[in-house]
């Protein structure tokens, strides 16, 4: 009887406890706030949390965020294009391409939009394309914003630069020997320059 006594007291002892370290209790309903605590009538926006997640480097969480938006807001540009970005930062180029032409498809002057499908297209290969991109978004938002200047320069810089120019130490001609022997030589430092 006493060790039935002793384990009731104990139980009563942790219930008590565990009432006033803040856990949720049986019902699922947790302590109060702090006094002077202004408690929101609303969840926050998905694609508000999103950015703040973007900006702080939490592209998987943000991508999660940007997909609550959308059962919020429906499938909008804003949202593709932030849930392309998204994935643009977790280096899944070919479904940041599809989602951010889905957004210009719904907004075809999200300057956001083009400018993310831009450098997409840049980081595969297709710089001529992201010049293009580059230039729209330049265009669209009447030169205001100096990171798609800076894109659109690298990628005019890199379309203009060919890899076929830049060996120049590496020049070879053509010398005729006999009748229809051509020797590889290699023109002498000297006249490169010239």
Request: charged residues 25%; hydrophobic residues 40%.
């Amino acid at each position: 009887m006493k060790k039935w006594g002793a384990a009731l007291a104990i139980a009563t002892t942790l219930s008590a406890c565990q009432a006033t370290t803040g856990r949720l209790s049986v019902e699922r309903v947790g302590p109060p706030p702090p006094a002077g605590t202004r408690v929101p009538t609303q969840a926050v926006d998905g694609l508000i949390v999103g950015h703040r997640l973007m900006a702080a480097g939490q592209y998987e969480l943000a991508l999660d965020a940007y997909i609550r938006a959308a059962g919020k807001h429906g499938m909008t540009a804003d949202v593709l294009s932030a849930m392309g970005a998204a994935n643009l930062k977790l280096g899944r180029l070919p479904e940041a391409r599809v989602l951010l032409e889905r957004a210009l498809d719904k907004d075809p002057r999200s300057v956001p939009a083009w400018n993310n499908l831009g450098v997409v297209l840049m980081a595969m290969g297709r710089n001529a394309e992201a010049r293009r991109d580059f230039r729209i978004a330049y265009g669209l938002d009447n030169g205001n914003s100096d990171q798609i200047r800076e894109n659109l320069r690298m990628a005019i810089a890199k379309t203009q630069n060919s890899s076929y120019d830049e060996p120049k130490k590496n020049k070879f001609n053509l010398v005729r020997r006999g009748s229809g022997r051509y020797l590889l030589l290699r023109t002498p430092e000297k006249n490169i320059e010239q």
